[in-house]
């Protein structure tokens, strides 16, 4: 493994770009790693009317669309999101994966996954009754990905 370090000035945030031939589970276990070192209760900022609520990362269970705005489910609760998918999937750490074209989902909070072959599978969350659904073409990522985390590599 080659280890390159680039200094840019003027550089507003730091960023880990790591290439590989293919998702093995060291380089799963590296992005992990590096997520946690930076992850001192990130909070994003999501609406719900008039108020403005800084929510930690690590609480929300998933993001979805819903017509043309991005919800973020947490346990009870649900707050209108200022991101789209694809700005959020740059933010948010390594516990959040994309799952379909309208959702987002933390692994952290997966507790079942019902698997359907001929359509999408659902996904349930320790500690709620919400669900979100997994299309076909994310699947298998999906559950390479919650091995590798589950078992701890």
């Known amino acids: 493994m ?8 003027g550089l ?5 770009v790591i290439r590989c031939g293919s998702l093995s589970q ?3 276990s590296l992005q992990n790693y590096l997520s946690k070192q930076n992850s001192g209760k990130r909070c994003l900022m999501l609406n719900r009317g008039e108020t403005e609520y800084y929510v930690p990362m690590e609480d929300i269970f998933f993001f979805e669309t819903e017509g043309r705005e991005i919800r973020a489910h947490t346990a009870e609760q ?10 959020l999937e740059e ?5 959040f994966m994309r799952i379909s074209k309208s959702a987002i ?3 952290d909070h997966i507790y079942s996954i019902t698997r359907n072959l001929t ?6 969350f320790a500690g709620s009754n919400k669900k979100a659904l997994v299309s076909r073409s994310y699947y298998k990522a999906l559950m390479e990905r919650l091995k590798t985390r589950k078992l701890g590599r």
Do not use: D, H, Q
């Open 2 to 9: 080659k280890v390159k370090i680039e200094i840019e000035e």
């Open 12 to 16: 507003e945030e730091e960023e880990v």
């Open 119 to 124: 359509a999408s599978s659902e996904v349930e």
């Open 26 to 28: 060291s380089v799963v």
């Open 78 to 87: 649900i707050f209108l999101c200022g991101y789209r998918l694809y700005e």
């Open 91 to 95: 933010l948010l750490p390594g516990s």
């Open 105 to 107: 989902v933390n692994l």
